[in-house]
Structures are given as structure tokens and as C-alpha cells.
């Protein structure tokens, strides 16, 4: 049996951030102190009501939530409405939550909930790093208590929101520069597992057709991804990805994981390059070509194996091993 993790987990709830919530809720190897909320897929205040609404479905205990950052901190924000839908939840009506958020900021939460745990807290960010660049500015006294940021986001290769740039990190550039800087412990899950790890069609019709609220609802969510993947052509065959929900069994089993140590730098000036997460896997460097910088490395994951991860996943969300 793994042992139970400690995390955080920073979102801007859209489709794949539910499924990662919901996931995070439900498997016994987390233990969910507190979910943080930044704009990015949703504004802000869309953001923190799809959280709630989440945590209802998945039948969750008590768990602080608390509203962060509305926007980047420098440029104006950029919602993904034609992925996640008007309201981020594939416009399902899901009905609102009897829970309130916090009344406090999310950066506050974060340092209150670090000061606070006996033991180190793992991040798990799925959303644009605003929040956490916010913690690391304000708060460096709490930064010892952070074990690690698994954080979705950056592309080795394509990105997504640009030919160059994967979202999360082209939403705000220079949050993700500060937290890639910080010299904090970072695990980046990119675009490169992001899409690898899937589940079937008829495992989605399976959820859906689950008498669990949560498995239902992790159901309805894959079903629109699959019209969405239809239409950009962005998975093959009968495969949906889990999306950030891949993050989460990250933190949960790293053992299916391909991993290189590097540097990870991040464009940030304006053009086509823009929120590019430069990592650099050369294993020679000519000292005359390229002098050596001081980067902090981060543990960057360039594949994965899928299969242990969508089983991880399908169990949690049914009760019982999938079938093969």
C-alpha cells in the first residue's frame, strides 16, 4: 500500500481539472488539505463555483477551498471557454454547492495550510502557476515546507495553446518562470504524458453509466472530450486523455514514468515563442557554443506508460480493477 501523500492542489477547474479533483478525492494514497483556485481555463469566480460543485459530486469531506489569483501578473487573462464550455464543466448545469469558500486568499491558504502540516506538503498544480509564483514572492519562509511541485504544464515539444507554448505555462509566462527558478523540488508533467495517458471510449460510457455521482460525472466530462477530440483530431483511435488527471497519478506512482533531470527555462518575450518551456536534454554542451547557466534542474517527464495509470485512475473512480 502507498503511503499517504499530503497535497495541495492548485486548479483552474475546467474538464480535465475536475477529473484530477475528483481522482485526488478519492484515492487513499492523498490526503487533500486544501484546493487553491487561480483563473485560467474559467474566470476566477467560475473557477472556484466548478470546485465546489466537484467536491459535491465526489461525495469529499471537508476541504478548505480558497480563491486566488484572477488573472496573470502582467497580462490580461485567457479563458479556454471553446475547450471546457461557457461555464468550464462542458456546460453539464451542474448544481450549485452548498459549500463557501475560504475567506481568505488562496496564497494564504497555501502558507497557512504549510506552517501549519507536520510534515512537508506536494503541490499539485494544474493550472497556470500564478498562485504559487505568488506564494514564492510573499512567503519564501514557507517554501522548506513544500516537498515538490508536480506541475502540468510546459511541452518538451508542440505546445497546444501555441505551436510553441502548452496553456497553463503560455497563460502566464512569468509565474512559471519564478516557480521554475525558485529552486523548489518541480516534477513537470507536459503535453508529452498529458495526452498519452487515456482511457477508452467505453470505459467513459461506463462512468457515465455508473450509479456514483462521481464516476458519473468523470463519465459525462471524458464524453465531451471526445467530441472535442474529434474535432481537433488530437487523440487516435477510441482513446480519450485523462488530461491533468495524469498529474495526479504522477504524484500518486511515479514508477510508470520516463524522467530526465534538465533545465527548464521559459520564453518570455512577446512573440511566437512566448511561454515556450525550453528544456535543454543535450548531454554535451560545447562551453564556447552554449556556456553553462545557473538553472535549477527540474525532473522533467518525456513518457510514460499508460496502462498502470488508467487503471489507477478507473479504479479509483469505480471501486474495483478495471477490466483489461
Same mark, same amino acid.
Given at each position: 500500500?502507498?503511503?499517504?501523500?499530503?497535497?495541495?492542489?492548485?486548479?483552474?477547474?475546467?474538464?480535465?481539472?475536475?477529473?484530477?479533483?475528483?481522482?485526488?478525492?478519492?484515492?487513499?494514497?492523498?490526503?487533500?488539505?486544501?484546493?487553491?483556485?487561480?483563473?485560467?481555463?474559467?474566470?476566477?469566480?467560475?473557477?472556484?463555483?466548478?470546485?465546489?460543485?466537484?467536491?459535491?459530486?465526489?461525495?469529499?469531506?471537508?476541504?478548505?477551498? $480558497?480563491?486566488? &489569483?484572477?488573472?496573470?501578473?502582467?497580462?490580461?487573462?485567457?479563458? /479556454? *471557454? #471553446? +475547450?471546457?464550455?461557457?461555464? =468550464? !464543466?462542458?456546460?453539464?448545469?451542474?448544481?450549485?454547492?452548498?459549500?463557501?469558500?475560504?475567506?481568505?486568499?488562496?496564497?494564504?491558504?497555501?502558507?497557512?495550510?504549510?506552517?501549519?502540516?507536520?510534515?512537508?506538503?506536494?503541490?499539485?498544480?494544474?493550472?497556470?502557476?500564478?498562485?504559487?509564483?505568488?506564494?514564492?514572492?510573499?512567503?519564501?519562509?514557507?517554501?522548506?515546507?513544500?516537498?515538490?511541485?508536480?506541475?502540468?504544464?510546459?511541452?518538451?515539444?508542440?505546445?497546444? $495553446?501555441?505551436? &510553441?507554448?502548452?496553456?497553463?505555462?503560455?497563460?502566464?509566462?512569468? /509565474? *512559471? #518562470? +519564478?516557480?521554475?527558478?525558485? =529552486? !523548489?523540488?518541480?516534477?513537470?508533467?507536459?503535453?508529452?504524458?498529458?495526452?498519452?495517458?487515456?482511457?477508452?471510449?467505453?470505459?467513459?460510457?461506463?462512468?457515465?453509466?455508473?450509479?456514483?455521482?462521481?464516476?458519473?460525472?468523470?463519465?459525462?466530462?471524458?464524453?465531451?472530450?471526445?467530441?472535442?477530440?474529434?474535432?481537433?483530431?488530437?487523440?487516435?483511435?477510441?482513446?480519450?486523455?485523462?488530461?491533468?488527471?495524469?498529474?495526479?497519478?504522477?504524484?500518486?506512482?511515479?514508477?510508470?514514468?520516463?524522467?530526465?533531470?534538465?533545465?527548464?527555462?521559459?520564453?518570455?518575450?512577446?512573440? #511566437?515563442?512566448?511561454?515556450?518551456?525550453?528544456?535543454?536534454?543535450?548531454?554535451?554542451?560545447?562551453?564556447?557554443?552554449?556556456?553553462?547557466?545557473?538553472?535549477?534542474?527540474?525532473?522533467?517527464?518525456?513518457?510514460?506508460?499508460?496502462?498502470?495509470?488508467?487503471?489507477?485512475?478507473?479504479?479509483?473512480?469505480?471501486?474495483?480493477?478495471?477490466?483489461?
Amino acid at each position: 500500500m502507498t503511503a499517504v501523500r499530503p497535497v495541495i492542489l492548485d486548479v483552474d477547474t475546467g474538464v480535465d481539472d475536475a477529473l484530477a479533483i475528483l481522482l485526488a478525492v478519492r484515492h487513499p494514497a492523498l490526503d487533500v488539505r486544501a484546493i487553491t483556485c487561480t483563473g485560467g481555463n474559467a474566470p476566477l469566480a467560475q473557477v472556484v463555483t466548478n470546485t465546489l460543485r466537484v467536491l459535491d459530486a465526489a461525495g469529499a469531506g471537508s476541504i478548505p477551498v $480558497a480563491a486566488g &489569483a484572477h488573472r496573470p501578473l502582467l497580462e490580461a487573462p485567457q479563458h /479556454a *471557454a #471553446a +475547450i471546457h464550455g461557457a461555464d =468550464g !464543466l462542458a456546460d453539464l448545469g451542474l448544481p450549485d454547492s452548498a459549500r463557501a469558500p475560504e475567506p481568505v486568499h488562496a496564497v494564504e491558504l497555501l502558507r497557512r495550510s504549510l506552517a501549519e502540516s507536520e510534515t512537508p506538503l506536494t503541490i499539485i498544480s494544474l493550472a497556470p502557476l500564478t498562485n504559487i509564483a505568488l506564494l514564492v514572492r510573499m512567503h519564501p519562509e514557507v517554501l522548506p515546507r513544500i516537498e515538490r511541485v508536480v506541475m502540468m504544464g510546459g511541452a518538451v515539444g508542440t505546445g497546444n $495553446a501555441t505551436a &510553441a507554448a502548452e496553456f497553463n505555462v503560455w497563460h502566464d509566462p512569468e /509565474a *512559471a #518562470a +519564478i516557480v521554475l527558478g525558485s =529552486g !523548489l523540488e518541480v516534477l513537470m508533467y507536459g503535453l508529452e504524458p498529458f495526452y498519452r495517458v487515456a482511457v477508452s471510449h467505453d470505459d467513459a460510457a461506463v462512468l457515465a453509466a455508473s450509479t456514483d455521482a462521481g464516476a458519473r460525472l468523470a463519465g459525462a466530462l471524458l464524453t465531451h472530450l471526445i467530441g472535442i477530440d474529434a474535432t481537433e483530431e488530437r487523440v487516435a483511435d477510441d482513446r480519450v486523455a485523462i488530461g491533468d488527471a495524469g498529474a495526479v497519478c504522477a504524484a500518486i506512482d511515479p514508477s510508470p514514468l520516463v524522467t530526465r533531470r534538465a533545465p527548464v527555462e521559459v520564453a518570455l518575450a512577446p512573440g #511566437a515563442t512566448r511561454g515556450q518551456t525550453v528544456v535543454d536534454l543535450r548531454t554535451m554542451v560545447g562551453a564556447d557554443i552554449s556556456p553553462t547557466r545557473d538553472v535549477p534542474l527540474a525532473t522533467v517527464v518525456t513518457d510514460v506508460d499508460p496502462a498502470p495509470y488508467r487503471a489507477l485512475f478507473l479504479d479509483a473512480l469505480l471501486g474495483a480493477e478495471p477490466a483489461s
